[in-house]
Nanobody, 121 residues
């Protein structure tokens, strides 16, 4: 059974950093494209960063480009999202998911339960 578990969320001041983790069980992460999504106020899940299983190429939404970095540790079967220079508008529930197309973070499925990130002074 495919299972993804996110962790690492919390409360951070503007300009601070957090590292989110997405740990997989039941399957090897390196066989799947993995993405990070966040839920906007309209309750839609927006893809913010994805990593390709085959090439390791990455995608970032314009809103996080230059501030967030996605990476994968195959030995730990975990994908990370390093978030720097956080802004209040980054506040959201963050989810990881397997995705069909890593190039543009499209076609998510097999979601984790989410982790809350709050950026506030």
């Amino acid at each position: 059974q495919v299972q993804l578990v996110e962790s690492g969320g919390g409360l951070v001041q503007p300009g601070g950093s957090l590292r989110l983790s997405c740990a997989a069980s039941g399957f090897p992460l390196y066989d799947y494209n993995i993405g990070w999504f966040r839920q906007d106020p309209e309750k839609e899940h927006k893809g913010i960063s994805c990593i390709s299983s085959s090439t390791g190429s990455t995608y970032y939404a314009d809103s996080v480009k230059g501030r967030f970095t996605i990476s994968r540790d195959d030995a730990k079967n975990t994908v990370y999202l390093q978030m720097n220079s956080l802004k209040p508008e980054d506040t959201a529930v963050y989810y990881c998911a397997t995705v069909a197309h890593a190039d543009y973070c499209l076609g998510p499925h097999s979601w984790g339960q989410g982790t809350q990130v709050t950026v506030s002074s």
